[in-house]
């Protein structure tokens, strides 16, 4: 069965960077179909990356290793705003079952 586990999340000051890993195990996977999600309180559950939203384009960026089943997504110049849990699940609709997520936390 296809387990997500999520991981890299930690407290950085806005501007700072932060890089996430989503480690796909139990099955054969095409890594390319993965993305990345965000939770904040009071929202639902919002895609952010790979997204064609022009909002600042570049901050977010996927890398992937399909060797390794792995998806990272590397954050640059963060604002308070992107504070959230991250979660990887697949692109473009989620399947029905989530990893824990890895929490964010971006001090003004």
């Known amino acids: 069965q296809m387990q997500l586990a999520e991981s890299g999340g930690g407290l950085v000051q806005a501007g700072g960077s932060l890089r996430l890993a989503c480690v796909v195990s139990?099955?054969?996977?095409?890594?390319?179909?993965m993305g990345w999600y965000r939770q904040t309180p009071g929202k639902q559950r919002e895609l952010v990356a790979p997204t064609h939203s022009s909002d600042s384009p570049g901050r977010f960026t996927i890398f992937r290793d399909s060797a390794k089943q792995t998806a990272y997504l590397q954050m640059n110049n963060l604002r308070s705003e992107d504070t959230g849990v991250y979660y990887c699940n697949t692109v473009p609709e989620p399947r029905n079952f989530w990893g824990q997520g890895t929490q964010v936390t971006v001090s003004s």
């Open positions: 139990g099955t054969i996977f095409n890594i390319g179909n």
